[in-house]
């Protein structure tokens, strides 16, 4: 089942706009995630954010948790044409002793595209 | 550094049949999760193994089964194949057992089944 929402389901910017993507999950997390993903390939890691995290950056991309909402936002600043692919949002609800037990639940998914 | 390489890319099945896929982590890593990606499901999780341990398992009927070697390589097995079964398998694999990191995800293997 899909724990995972994004929103919006698809985006289209110009080059050098900011693009922000919205995730909502339902149960509690140990971590979230972000993936992207080009053209049906595998998925790149980009950025991971604990429960304890509020806020996080890495590069041109600002990952937020609110945990009280069960809600995350990927923003991508001064976006290029090279960004536009399927990005999703993976929770990670922890096993024994705060570990994790590979079972990322995905969201469906935000298609993004960047026009030049 | 060689990433996650899985085998095969492509593959055509009939139905009925049974296919095996192979995922190498890359060197070190010792957890090996597999996901089935459809259009209307999205990303499902299959299992994950942990230093030959299947540590846990999703929602899939018992034709899906998979196992992990001592080198951390690990196959997926799906029997009796039916149409449904087409979709993109993804290999993941991470360094850390909390998986901290995230994990590095294969290029996939597309497996049509007609």
């Known amino acids: 089942s899909q724990q995972g929402e994004e929103d919006p389901q698809a985006l289209s910017i110009q080059e050098g706009e900011n693009a922000t993507m919205n995730c909502s999950y339902k149960?509690?997390?140990?971590?979230l995630q972000w993936y992207r993903q080009n053209s049906g390939r595998g998925l790149v890691h980009l950025i991971l954010?604990?429960?304890?995290?509020r806020e996080k950056h890495s590069g041109r991309l600002r990952v937020t948790l609110d945990t009280s909402k069960k809600s995350s936002s990927l923003l991508i600043t001064a976006s290029r044409a090279a960004d536009t692919a399927s990005y999703f949002c993976?929770?990670?609800?922890?096993?024994?002793?705060?570990?994790?037990?590979?079972?990322?639940?995905f969201g469906k998914g935000t298609k993004l595209s960047v026009k030049p | 550094k060689a990433g996650v390489t899985q085998t095969p890319r492509y593959l055509i099945k009939t139905r009925g049949q049974q296919v095996t896929l192979s995922c190498s982590p890359i060197?070190?890593?010792?957890?090996v999760s597999w996901y089935q990606q459809t259009p209307g499901q999205g990303l499902q999780f299959l299992f994950e193994?942990?230093?030959?341990?299947?540590?846990n398992k999703g929602n899939f009927p018992g034709r899906f089964s998979g196992r992990q070697f001592s080198n951390s390589r690990s196959e997926m097995n799906v029997s009796t194949l039916e149409l449904g079964d087409s979709a993109l398998y993804l290999c993941?694999?991470?360094?850390?057992?909390?998986?901290?990191?995230?994990?590095?995800f294969g290029s996939g293997t597309r497996l049509t089944v007609v």
């Open positions: 993941a694999s991470s360094f850390r057992q909390d998986a901290y990191g995230g994990y590095t």
């Open positions: 149960t509690s997390i140990n971590n």
């Open positions: 954010i604990r429960s304890n995290e």
């Open positions: 993976a929770t990670d609800a922890g096993g024994n002793y705060g570990g994790s037990q590979g079972n990322l639940i």
């Open positions: 060197s070190g890593h010792r957890s």
């Open positions: 193994y942990f230093s030959e341990t299947q540590r």
